[in-house]
């Protein structure tokens, strides 16, 4: 699935493990973004792929209110309703959406429209593309990464167990967390350049687009356990 920031029920690009681990990517979607003069291939595909394993953040398993939740104030979608309870055992994350150095040093390329930006997200990936990253990274570090569901990414988006209940991943200025048309400048942003939330996850509002696991249904909410 799809989904669209900066709300929780609206997603970025994202990794995620079988041993529970979750990574990001995400794809650009404002066509007003520079390139940026920076290489991707200057980086060492090893310290590109160490970064990936070092940046695992845990998160402690819980449950919370899923969906179109009071502190978003109405500033939803109808397809973020009805609001349900959601329990959800421990797993990891990583602090950062994957880069585009990241991505080249596993797939040997770079797809991003506006490349040229090691430290910046991938963009213009598709579900599948994602999909063949995956199996490659699992087999250079022997790990079982994989796309987190729409719940695991919410949850995560929402502090965890530590929510202060923000409208945003981490405050209520979205200005504070996440890039969006009216404060990115006209150019790709790198990851992390804006403050994280309270499991110390960045980027988790605003910007751009990513994955999830689960496939797509308008009616999800009202059917989802």
């Not at 609206?10 to 079988?18: E, K, R």
């Not at 500033?75 to 309703?81: A, I, L, P």
């Not at 040093?105 to 930006?117: I, L, R």
């Not at 990414?153 to 890039?179: I, P």
Request: net charge neutral; aromatic share 12%.
């Amino acid at each position: 699935m799809e989904k669209k920031k900066p709300n929780y029920g609206q997603v970025l690009l994202a990794i995620v493990s079988i041993v529970l681990i979750f990574l990001w990517f995400k794809g650009y979607d404002n066509g007003k973004a520079n390139r940026s003069s920076s290489s991707s291939s200057s980086i060492d595909p090893a310290k590109a792929i160490q970064q990936i394993e070092r940046n695992m953040q845990s998160v402690q398993g819980g449950s919370f209110m899923m969906g179109c939740t009071s502190e978003q104030g109405g500033d939803c979608q109808d397809r973020e309703k009805p609001v349900h309870r959601i329990e959800l055992s421990s797993f990891g994350i990583s602090k950062y959406e994957v880069t585009q150095a990241q991505w080249e040093a596993v797939m040997g390329s770079n797809p991003s429209e506006f490349n040229g930006c090691a430290n910046c997200p991938v963009e213009r990936v598709s579900w599948n593309d994602v999909q063949d990253f995956i199996r490659k990274l699992n087999r250079m570090t022997g790990k079982n990464y994989r796309l987190p569901t729409e719940a695991e990414w919410e949850y995560a988006a929402r502090g965890g167990s530590g929510s202060r209940g923000y409208k945003y991943s981490g405050s209520n200025d979205l200005s504070s967390v996440g890039w969006y048309e009216e404060n990115f400048g006209n150019k790709m942003r790198q990851v992390g350049s804006k403050s994280p939330n309270e499991l110390g996850l960045y980027d988790m509002s605003g910007g751009v687009n990513e994955w999830c696991s689960d496939s797509y249904a308008e009616d999800y909410y009202s059917k989802s356990p």
